[in-house]
Antibody, heavy 121, light 106 residues
Framework: QVQLQESGPGLVKPSGTLSLTCAVS?????????WSWVRQPPGKGLEWIGE???????DYSPSLKSRVTISVDKSKNQFSLKLISVTAADTAVYYC??????????????WGQGTLVTVSS | IQMTQSPSSLSASVGDRVTITCRAS??????LNWYQQKPGKAPKVLIF???SLQSGVPSRFSGSGSGTDFSLTISGLQPEDFATYYC?????????FGGGTKVEIK
């Protein structure tokens, strides 16, 4: 059973860069089509950030596209998120998520436990 | 594609039948998923492709709809069902979620 675990700093300074990694265990990162990042500001709803195919092609939310990079490291069985020029509005719980099914009949599963990233000086 | 859920919150009693609706801003066929999220936990998929029950999810959960209008029904609300529910379209990217429906105890 594939499991995901996010890691990275819990505090980032304004204008800095948010960097998170998601370790995939219990299976190969090539076992799923897409790997995504989803975030949730405190007390608010879910927002899709972007996704990466295990081959490396990416797709990003238009609202974040200019600041986001998602990459994959097959040798380490992990994928990563980088968000530049962060502000307080980027404070959120960040989830790494796997893709199940076959597009467009696909859904988000499994999910990591989530990691809170706070943007503050 | 914008996803609009209603209501944003509701109060119900154990045993009640509860229906949550989700409307897409354009037709998405049946490419609609439902998730349940409890406080401090990651969301969990309940229904995929509008009406297919995820393995391990109780049969009191059901989904229906196609095109732009969808619903999630809980038949016989249980104490563990008090949570926030989200719809999400998989028709295209950007993948978008509804704003959520919080189901609270009356």
């Amino acid at each position: 059973q594939v499991q995901l675990q996010e890691s990275g700093p819990g505090l980032v300074k304004p204008s800095g860069t948010l960097s998170l990694t998601c370790a995939v265990s219990g299976g190969s990162i090539s076992s799923r089509n897409w790997w995504s990042w989803v975030r949730q500001p405190p007390g608010k709803g879910l927002e899709w950030i972007g996704e990466i195919y295990h081959s490396g092609s990416t797709d990003y939310s238009p609202s974040l596209k200019s600041r986001v990079t998602i990459s994959v490291d097959k040798s380490k069985n992990q994928f990563s998120l980088k968000l530049i020029s962060v502000t307080a509005a980027d404070t959120a719980v960040y989830y790494c998520v796997g893709d199940s099914g076959h597009p467009p009949e696909n859904w988000f599963d499994p999910w990591g436990q989530g990691t809170l990233v706070t943007v503050s000086s | 594609i914008q996803m609009t859920q209603s209501p944003s919150s509701l109060s119900a009693s154990v045993g009640d039948r509860v229906t949550i609706t989700c409307r897409a801003s354009q037709s998405i066929s049946t490419y609609l998923n439902w998730y349940q999220q409890k406080p401090g936990k990651a969301p969990k998929v309940l229904i995929f492709d509008a009406s297919s029950l995820q393995s391990g999810v109780p049969s009191r959960f059901s989904g229906s709809g196609s095109g732009t209008d969808f619903s999630l029904t809980i038949s016989g609300l249980q104490p563990e069902d008090f949570a926030t529910y989200y719809c999400q379209q998989s028709y295209n990217t950007p993948r978008t979620f509804g704003g959520g429906t919080k189901v609270e105890i009356k």
